[in-house]
């Protein structure tokens, strides 16, 4: 059978547009609620093109009757045909396409969304049909216009007259095609004056093929249909044209292409989105405190993570350049007296021999070093010497800028030589740019000029080594340091940072033998910096913990509005899925707004964290703002949008179109 052409002949011999034969439905007979049926065996037919009144007292089943032929609502019993197809094998987006393509619904209370303008709510169905924003705009207007509301297009619900508001929803119901227009007491709650108006309407749609199914109790309404239905307690007891009514008027509509519903599209994703972010902000925007204080949990969650890595991050690596400058094999030794009393040791040459021979010591380096008078020309100032062996550069992990380091020949012949740092250079030769073989007169003694140190910033604590001059270590005892006995201290290289225990044990076992008492003692540097990072970074762990526990606590105030937001808008929900929304469309749209009003917390957290990380830049607080950790906790939100959006939008989703509608859900 093709429905497309010669509709007129083949309309005969088409099965009626709506049969219904045995309905039954029944309420309750859950929860312990006892079971109620309504309406008891409704065997009916409605032809294209008839205009239908269904009359009956109140209570007597009418509205119950038309969700069903609606499909709104499903039969407990009988069958519903559409066009011949048994409709109780359509699924729920199949229903749901149904609806769009086919029916239109007029209600007594409007039913129109209060926050969208006549527009807006004229173009809901044609959004679910997948129109363009430009067709929809187009067509609402054209609509409104006929319907007598050109100059109301912008106007919001509560800014119309109730016989303004029918029509708006007269309007939407035409939005797809409207070939079904189901209007439950359409008149009930106007005056009569706009009562005649809407039923003139009705008759007018008739007339142009429209298939009009009024549903009343008002019996003079009633009578302005071509067919009249009385129902009476759940069963039908009058039909002024059974099996279908003539009709006057020879238009019909081209029927609605039923194979259609298997490929049911629906809004186009864009499309869908575009309108769901729209919805989403205008409900941001309506309810501003709300959101507002919504928001500010997203966005402390966002910033405090941001600020808290931050500053962790800082502190972590303010500890790693400290490790960077020493290493973490440092171990450094020094003579004390021994904790039983007594004088302290002498650490000598043969001592620190026995050590350097130990397998799990690289390097041993003593150090003297004092502040002493250091001049050239006429430049004459207090500068620290530090006296060590060749290996400085080595154990500092430090750099020779100009010339060379000493050599330990050099050392041991006592050489006198001496390397500058970077600050010392400037102070000393501000005119050479290179004073290799210059002389520097250190205490009484004149050394030559061999090298300068790279510069080493200001990383290394509060003394800095930039200010320093270096000569061997040798040549300072026997040529500035005369009175020394011992180096300060000595520095002690493990062979690897994972021996510096092992290093720091033998080291001990050494001395204590040789000196017959604990005379010295060791500090174990690289351990304490080792720790003292491993602190920091668990404390940055812990940092972004916290930080991310605001953030889920933020995901929950969302989730909260969410379910607030469903539950106040069960009518919309309601109304949309009477329009032809399908379950995916209301979902996609809870789970946008839940996902928006996180995305803009998360700017918005971000924006603040950026903010108060730049403040404490300011105020020279070690931070180190990281990309990944802004991107990582906008997600992090825009994540808790999709986890704790999800649940409300498949409660909206879930709700059942007619309870929705009654706005119980
Ligand atoms: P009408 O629209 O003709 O006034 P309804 O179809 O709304 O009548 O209701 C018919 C009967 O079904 C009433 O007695 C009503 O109490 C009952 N009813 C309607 N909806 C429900 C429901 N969801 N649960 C239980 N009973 C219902
Ligand atoms: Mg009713």
Redesign the pocket.
């Known amino acids: 059978m093709d429905p497309v052409v010669n509709a007129a002949h083949a309309d005969a011999e088409r099965p009626p547009l709506i049969a219904l034969r045995g309905i039954r439905k029944r309420?309750?007979g859950t929860k312990g609620r006892p079971e109620?049926e309504?309406l008891h065996g409704i065997d009916l037919d409605i032809r294209q093109g008839e205009f239908v009144a269904i009359v009956?007292?109140?209570?007597?089943?009418?509205?119950?009757?038309?969700?069903l032929l609606g499909c709104l609502d499903r039969p407990s019993d009988g069958t519903y045909r559409f066009d011949g197809r048994d409709v109780a094998g359509f699924d729920a987006d199949e229903l749901a396409w149904l609806r769009r393509e086919a029916f239109g619904f007029v209600f007594q209370g409007y039913h129109l969304i209060a926050t969208e303008s006549a527009r807006e709510n004229v173009e809901v169905p044609a959004i679910y049909a997948g129109a363009t924003e430009a067709e929809r705009a187009e067509r609402a207007a054209a609509l409104l216009t006929r319907l007598g509301l050109p100059d109301k297009l912008d106007h919001r619900p509560n800014q119309l007259s109730g016989g303004q508001q029918q029509r708006v929803s007269i309007a939407r119901a035409l939005m797809n095609g409207g070939r079904i227009i189901l209007a439950?007491?359409p008149t009930g709650a106007l005056d009569s004056k706009s009562g005649a108006e809407v039923m003139a309407l009705l008759r007018e749609l008739a007339d142009a093929g429209h298939t009009v199914i009024v549903?009343t109790?008002d019996r003079e309404v009633a009578a302005q249909a071509r067919r009249v239905i009385e129902?009476r307690d759940?069963a039908i007891v009058g039909d002024s044209a059974p099996g279908g009514a003539d009709r006057s008027s020879g238009t019909t509509l081209p029927p609605l292409d039923m194979a259609a519903a298997d490929r049911a599209g629906g809004a186009s994703f864009g499309a869908d989105l575009r309108e769901a972010a729209r919805t989403a902000w205008r409900g941001m925007r309506l309810n501003r405190a709300r959101t507002g204080l919504t928001l500010l949990g997203i966005v402390i969650g966002v910033a405090s993570v941001i600020v808290m890595l931050a500053i962790g991050e800082g502190a972590r690596q303010r500890v790693v350049a400290q490790m960077g400058t020493m290493g973490t094999a440092i171990l450094y030794l020094g003579s004390s007296p021994p904790k039983s009393g007594g004088p302290a040791g002498q650490l000598t040459a043969e001592d620190l021999d026995a050590v350097a021979e130990l397998p799990a010591i690289r390097r041993v380096m003593p150090v003297i070093g004092d502040p002493i008078t250091v001049r050239h020309g006429r430049v004459d100032r207090q500068v620290y010497v530090f006296a060590a062996s060749e290996q400085m550069p080595l154990v500092h992990q430090w750099r020779v800028a100009l010339g060379r380091y000493y050599t330990d020949a050099e050392d041991r012949d006592l050489a006198p030589l001496v390397v500058l740092g970077h600050k010392a250079h400037q102070h000393f030769f501000p005119d050479h740019p290179n004073p290799l073989g210059q002389q520097l007169l250190i205490g009484n003694s004149p050394f030559e000029v061999i090298g300068v140190m790279a510069e080493r910033g200001t990383e290394s604590g509060a003394q800095s080594y930039d200010d320093m001059v270096f000569i061997p270590y040798r040549a300072g005892r026997a040529r500035v340091y005369l009175v020394q006995t011992q180096p300060d201290y000595v520095v002690v290289e493990a062979a690897s940072s994972g021996q510096v225990d092992a290093a720091e044990t033998a080291m001990k076992t050494v001395l204590t033998a040789r000196h017959g008492r604990e005379d010295f003692a060791i500090s174990n540097a690289g351990a304490r910096l080792q720790a003292e990072a491993a602190t920091r970074q668990s404390m940055t762990v812990m940092l972004g913990l916290i930080a991310a526990v605001s953030l889920v606590v933020g995901g929950i105030g969302v989730m909260n509005v969410m379910l607030m937001t469903v539950r106040e808008r069960t009518r919309e929900i309601g109304i949309r899925m009477a329009t032809g929304a399908r379950q995916r469309d209301i979902q996609r749209q809870f789970m946008t707004e839940a996902v928006l009003l996180t995305v803009t917390g998360g700017g918005v957290g971000v924006t603040l964290g950026i903010a108060i990380g730049a403040a404490l830049i300011v105020a020279q607080v070690p931070v180190v703002l990281s990309v990944g950790a802004m991107l990582g906790a906008f997600l992090c939100a825009v994540a808790t949008g999709l986890v704790f959006g999800y649940m409300p939008a498949k409660t909206a989703a879930r709700l059942d179109p007619?309870?929705a509608l009654?706005g119980e859900g």
């Open positions: 309420y309750g109620v309504v009956g007292t109140s209570g007597s089943g009418k509205s119950t009757l038309m969700n439950d007491e549903i109790h129902l759940g007619v309870v009654s």
